[in-house]
């Protein structure tokens, strides 16, 4: 199979549902190729990571945008992903993350344990109670989806009642972020990108009369400072604070449930061993990355990989090939959580590497132990169906029987200990 073949086989319903083939079909003819005029894509593991690190190559920041697509700004969906941190370049990019981080910093993080392992019971809990008699539970609805969005709710300050609205209105916005999309598509993205800035206008209102102590009130501070953040910029970071904070890690939750539930062995270890979840979450984001591409603009000609990359091109980093390069992961087909080296790519790397990175990888290292000790019966019971996305692969419905549950003190192990690594 030729480029031109494997890469629209990697760009079809199928191929967005498993582009695993599709990603080595491309392989095969290098870790840069060039897949249409312009436009490359990278299937490498060392090649990735040192384009994502090069100051050259750049995202499609709103100066870049207006020479590609002029009437961007007509777009809700897209002005709300350009005027980001996600597409922005420096020094903007810097500056606008350095007001975020302090809501990411490791003392905050792990201040976050407590919190995530309560959430983490609770939602056991109602598994355990919609679950009776063997009734299958939709795992993304139930867990995957609740956990992240409180989490990511409580930092930025939104009422737990309004925390249920989210779910479609980031489903729809995120269909921006895929390497193609079509006007109804686009239409869609627009809809949830309009409810979301309606909904953080409110909020923002709200913080200049009731300040808080959240990520919300601390950016409305800054953007009453001054030049500090503009008011697009304010309501576009709140929309992609939440997004990202949740999106990846829902996605993330579900695919490595899948995976573990198709490894019972390697499950099995994880219930009985939980301090080795540092290790067995960095495979399960190698094995099935949540975020499976990013793009970038090389602003000057890049040679790598034997291959000249002139200034101007289209690069898409194929994070989900790169995670399974050979070259680094000797059978990278298999799930083993015991790997010598992993530093997969499913978070980026470089400036723009993601800022709730941590947070993520805390909550999936608190999930997956008590998910797997509370019901030792756990089990799929159902069809899963997969959304037809690339860029944030995830499921739309993984249904699960939960079995005989075990209380959360049955062993007098915290839901969340899961610290160490193999």
Same mark, same amino acid.
């Given at each position: 199979?030729?480029?031109?073949?494997?890469f629209?086989?990697?760009?079809?319903?199928?191929?967005?549902?498993d582009?695993?083939p599709?990603?080595?079909r491309?392989?095969?003819?290098?870790?840069?190729?060039q897949?249409?005029?312009?436009?490359?894509?990278?299937?490498g593991?060392?090649?990735a990571?040192?384009?994502?690190r090069?100051?050259?190559?750049?995202?499609l920041d709103?100066h870049?945008?207006?020479?590609?697509?002029?009437?961007?700004?007509?777009?809700p969906?897209?002005?709300?992903?350009?005027?980001?941190?996600?597409?922005?370049?420096?020094?903007?990019?810097?500056?606008?993350?350095?007001?975020?981080?302090g809501?990411?910093?490791p003392?905050?993080i792990?201040?976050?344990?407590?919190?995530?392992?309560?959430?983490?019971?609770e939602?056991?809990?109602?598994?355990t109670?919609?679950?009776?008699?063997?009734?299958?539970?939709?795992?993304m609805?139930?867990?995957?989806?609740?956990?992240?969005?409180?989490?990511i709710?409580e930092?930025?300050?939104?009422?737990?009642?309004?925390?249920t609205?989210f779910?479609?209105?980031t489903a729809d916005?995120?269909?921006?972020?895929?390497?193609?999309i079509?006007?109804?598509?686009?239409?869609?993205?627009?809809?949830g990108?309009a409810?979301l800035r309606?909904?953080?206008?409110?909020?923002?209102?709200?913080?200049?009369?009731?300040p808080?102590?959240d990520?919300?009130?601390?950016?409305?501070?800054?953007?009453?400072?001054?030049? /500090?953040?503009?008011?697009?910029?304010?309501?576009?970071?709140?929309?992609?604070l939440?997004v990202?904070g949740?999106?990846?890690?829902?996605?993330?939750?579900?695919?490595?449930?899948?995976?573990l539930?198709?490894?019972p062995?390697?499950?099995d270890?994880?219930?009985q061993?939980?301090?080795?979840?540092?290790?067995y979450?960095?495979?399960?984001?190698?094995?099935?990355?949540?975020?499976q591409?990013?793009t970038?603009l090389?602003?000057?000609?890049?040679?790598l990989?034997?291959?000249?990359?002139?200034?101007?091109?289209?690069?898409?980093?194929l994070?989900?090939a790169?995670?399974?390069?050979?070259?680094?992961?000797? /059978?990278?087909?298999?799930?083993?959580?015991?790997?010598?080296?992993?530093?997969?790519l499913?978070f980026?790397?470089?400036?723009?590497?993601?800022?709730?990175?941590?947070?993520?990888?805390?909550?999936a290292q608190?999930?997956?132990?008590?998910?797997?000790r509370?019901?030792?019966?756990?089990?799929?019971?159902g069809q899963?169906r997969r959304?037809?996305?690339?860029?944030?692969?995830?499921?739309?419905?993984?249904p699960?029987t939960?079995?005989?549950?075990?209380?959360?003190?049955q062993?007098?192990?915290p839901?969340?200990?899961?610290?160490?690594?193999p």
């Amino acid at each position: 199979m030729d480029v031109a073949e494997a890469f629209a086989s990697l760009m079809s319903p199928d191929g967005r549902v498993d582009p695993y083939p599709a990603y080595e079909r491309l392989r095969a003819h290098g870790p840069i190729v060039q897949t249409g005029p312009g436009v490359y894509a990278v299937t490498g593991h060392a090649e990735a990571d040192e384009l994502l690190r090069d100051a050259r190559v750049r995202v499609l920041d709103e100066h870049l945008r207006d020479g590609v697509l002029p009437n961007w700004r007509e777009s809700p969906a897209v002005s709300s992903i350009a005027r980001s941190m996600l597409r922005t370049n420096p020094p903007d990019h810097s500056r606008l993350r350095r007001l975020a981080a302090g809501a990411f910093t490791p003392r905050r993080i792990n201040a976050m344990r407590e919190v995530i392992e309560a959430q983490t019971d609770e939602l056991i809990d109602a598994m355990t109670t919609a679950g009776r008699g063997g009734a299958p539970v939709d795992f993304m609805a139930e867990f995957a989806y609740p956990l992240p969005v409180g989490v990511i709710c409580e930092l930025l300050g939104v009422p737990a009642d309004d925390r249920t609205l989210f779910r479609r209105w980031t489903a729809d916005l995120t269909g921006i972020l895929e390497p193609e999309i079509t006007a109804a598509e686009l239409a869609v993205a627009d809809a949830g990108a309009a409810e979301l800035r309606a909904y953080f206008t409110e909020l923002v209102a709200t913080r200049r009369r009731r300040p808080t102590d959240d990520l919300t009130t601390a950016l409305v501070q800054a953007h009453e400072a001054g030049d /500090r953040l503009s008011g697009d910029e304010l309501l576009a970071n709140l929309v992609i604070l939440l997004v990202a904070g949740f999106e990846t890690t829902t996605n993330l939750l579900g695919n490595g449930l899948a995976v573990l539930l198709a490894h019972p062995r390697a499950a099995d270890v994880l219930r009985q061993h939980p301090q080795h979840a540092p290790a067995y979450v960095d495979e399960l984001l190698r094995f099935d990355s949540p975020v499976q591409l990013t793009t970038r603009l090389n602003a000057e000609s890049v040679r790598l990989g034997g291959v000249e990359v002139p200034a101007g091109s289209w690069i898409l980093l194929l994070l989900g090939a790169a995670n399974r390069d050979p070259r680094r992961y000797p /059978r990278p087909e298999q799930f083993d959580p015991w790997r010598a080296q992993l530093n997969p790519l499913s978070f980026g790397a470089g400036p723009h590497y993601c800022l709730g990175a941590a947070l993520a990888r805390l909550e999936a290292q608190v999930a997956f132990p008590a998910l797997l000790r509370r019901l030792p019966a756990l089990a799929l019971g159902g069809q899963l169906r997969r959304r037809i996305r690339l860029t944030l692969r995830g499921y739309d419905h993984l249904p699960v029987t939960v079995g005989e549950p075990l209380p959360a003190e049955q062993d007098g192990t915290p839901a969340g200990a899961a610290t160490g690594s193999p």
